[in-house]
């Protein structure tokens, strides 16, 4: 059981912002939050973890809740290559993943 | 950033035949690997948690007389499927990490197996 709550599906415009969210209400105090994406026929790729504070990276951002029972990714210019499936798990090295949210980028 | 190889990235095998999938981490020391399948269209469904050094645990209806998982060294991880039936096609996917600090994996690029 992920324990993770993620919209099936999102819609994007290209160069626009996008915000996934994820709700882990169940999350414990060592959880991290950890996001990855899936293209088609390739391994999920890692893109931002984080444990309580917003996080930033070349990839994307991480906007965690105050009472850290959801968080959002933050693609800040979608590209059509940012297309996927993104999934996002709360771990204590627990590895399971939920169905995600399928993004589409429109151009 | 960290690199997980597999191989092989896709094989095709006889009913009744046993395949092994290597994982390695190519420029990290991994202390925990994980194996996964995936069938289309569908997420990512964690098989079996591996840790060097010690016996694989295995999640809750996967066979692990049938999936063997080896992880014997920092760098290595091999998931044997024996005895493969056509209901074993799938895509599996191995990750690599650290348990600390922060539990991040990075995966492998799949294998496809297809039984016949």
């Known amino acids: 059981d992920a324990k993770t709550t993620q919209p099936n599906s999102m819609e994007s415009n290209e160069e626009e912002p996008v915000h996934l969210p994820c709700n882990h209400s169940?999350?414990?105090?060592?959880?991290?939050i950890h996001w990855y994406r899936q293209l088609p026929s390739q391994g999920p790729e890692y893109v931002i973890h984080g444990l309580t504070s917003n996080v930033n990276n070349r990839m994307a951002s991480l906007a965690i809740a105050e009472d850290r029972k959801s968080s959002t990714l933050i693609l800040h210019r979608a590209t059509l290559r940012d297309a996927a499936v993104y999934y996002c798990i709360k771990t204590n090295n627990d590895m399971r993943f939920g169905a995600g949210t399928r993004l589409t980028v429109k151009p | 950033g960290a690199v997980v190889s597999q191989h092989p990235s896709w094989v095709i095998c006889k009913s009744g035949t046993s395949v092994k999938i290597e994982c390695r981490s190519l420029?990290?020391?991994?202390?925990?690997m994980f194996w996964y399948r995936q069938f289309p269209k569908q997420s990512l469904m964690l098989m079996a948690t591996s840790n060097e050094g010690s016996k694989a645990t295995y999640e809750q209806g996967v066979e692990k007389d049938k999936f063997l998982i080896n992880h014997a060294s920092l760098t290595l991880s091999t998931l044997t499927v024996t005895s493969a039936h056509p209901e074993d096609s799938s895509f599996y996917i191995c990750s690599a990490g650290q348990a600390t600090p922060s539990y991040e994996q990075y995966f492998g690029p799949g294998t496809r197996l297809t039984v016949t």
């Open positions: 169940t999350i414990s105090g060592t959880d991290y």
């Open positions: 420029d990290f020391q991994a202390t925990t």
